[in-house]
């Protein structure tokens, strides 16, 4: 592919965006950074890029050929309160789509979601 020209107007199903593969990817780097961690403000904005770094390096490996992904990762403090988060995107369903993960433990919570929208 590399050194050609490609018009391809739609993915070919081998490399379309997977949601249930990127949702592992995401549940397998956050549990495995997260799992018995503390929550300190001082570490949550650089421990959020360095979260959404590692989730986007590991999906694009995956094989998300030609996606632009977006990585968005917000870490709370977990205090028993309820949080609602909402986004809005325009994309093509056909070949768009997103997946995202929850992990909660005693002082912390953390949601990262993955959106991925196809390069034409």
């Not at 965006?17 to 403000?41: Q, T």
């Not at 909402?86 to 912390?108: H, Q």
Request: hydrophobic share 35%; proline share 3%; glycine share 6%.
């Amino acid at each position: 592919m590399e050194g050609s020209d490609t018009y391809l107007i739609r993915p070919n199903h081998q490399f379309k965006f997977k949601p249930a593969i990127v949702k592992e990817c995401i549940r397998e780097i956050v549990r495995e950074r997260l799992s018995g961690m503390r929550y300190d403000p001082e570490e949550v904005p650089e421990l959020s890029r360095s979260l959404a770094d590692c989730i986007k390096d590991k999906v694009k490996n995956a094989g998300s050929d030609r996606y632009k992904l977006v990585v968005q990762v917000v870490i709370g403090e977990q205090r028993g309160q309820g949080v609602k988060m909402s986004s809005r995107c325009l994309w093509d369903a056909d070949t768009d789509n997103y997946a995202e993960d929850v992990f909660i433990n005693d002082s912390l919570f953390c949601v990262a979601a993955v959106f991925g929208t196809y390069y034409y």
